[in-house]
């Protein structure tokens, strides 16, 4: 399986600011992930971080708001935007294991827009 | 988007009951998986299903993939106050790209 870091766990920020969301995989992956997880609800899927490329985003996300990179095959980065308290929620990235069917997920960036 | 109806949302038994949690689509699904996630933390992988009808069994879970892989169940057998926690399944739109039914909060009181 794979271990996936992400930093910071938690922040507190305010509103029209930017926060950038480090993810550390512990082994070459190669499909990369980012998911927003809103209180007591479930995951909804940001885009998919392509290494090498821009990422491919889900209806509903746009690269200005939520900007990724993926500088290699362990690596990546989200960056929410401008954020206002609605931005406030858990994001997680989450990598693809050895096999197709297994994702591994981070433990979460708890974020709070005041 | 392909949605996945999952139910009940809250469910608290008592130690030893049985349960079974439902995920539903109308929606075809290239395989299903099934996730715990505790509070603070990431969903953690429990199994993933991908032949129609196939049958996993993890200690005293059962997970179930339906025939037409729209559905499927997750089903504990005598539950204990360490299975609470959060279930979500997740079915693979393609590519991996994975969408999450609304999760089943599950509470064992001892």
């Known amino acids: 399986s794979a271990v996936i870091s992400q930093k910071p766990s938690r922040d507190i920020c305010q509103r029209g600011t930017s926060l950038t969301i480090q993810c550390q995989v512990d082994?070459?992956?190669?499909?990369m992930f980012w998911y927003r997880q809103q209180p007591g609800q479930s995951l909804t899927l940001i885009a998919t971080a392509n290494q090498g490329s821009e990422a491919t985003y889900e209806s509903g996300f746009v690269i200005d708001k939520f900007p990724i990179s993926r500088p290699n095959l362990t690596f990546s980065t989200l960056t929410v935007s401008n954020m206002s308290p609605e931005d406030s929620s858990i994001y997680l990235c989450?990598?693809?294991?050895?096999?197709?069917?297994?994702?591994?997920f981070g433990p979460g960036t708890r974020l709070t827009v005041t | 988007t392909q949605l996945l109806e999952q139910s009940p949302q809250f469910l608290s038994i008592q130690e030893g009951e049985n349960l079974t949690v439902y995920c539903n689509s109308s929606?075809?699904?290239?395989?299903l998986q099934w996730y715990r996630q505790e509070p603070g933390e990431g969903p953690v992988l429990l199994v993933t299903?991908?032949?129609?009808?196939e049958v996993k069994k993890l200690k005293r879970l059962t997970f179930q993939f339906g025939d037409a892989r729209k559905d499927s169940s997750l089903h504990i057998t005598a539950a204990q106050p360490g299975d609470t926690g959060l279930y979500l399944c997740a079915g693979d739109q393609g590519a991996q790209k994975l969408v999450f039914g609304q999760g089943t909060r599950l509470t064992i009181n001892p």
């Open positions: 989450s990598a693809m294991g050895l096999s197709y069917y297994e994702q591994y």
């Open positions: 299903v991908v032949t129609g009808g």
């Open positions: 082994s070459q992956v190669t499909m």
């Open positions: 929606s075809v699904f290239s395989s």
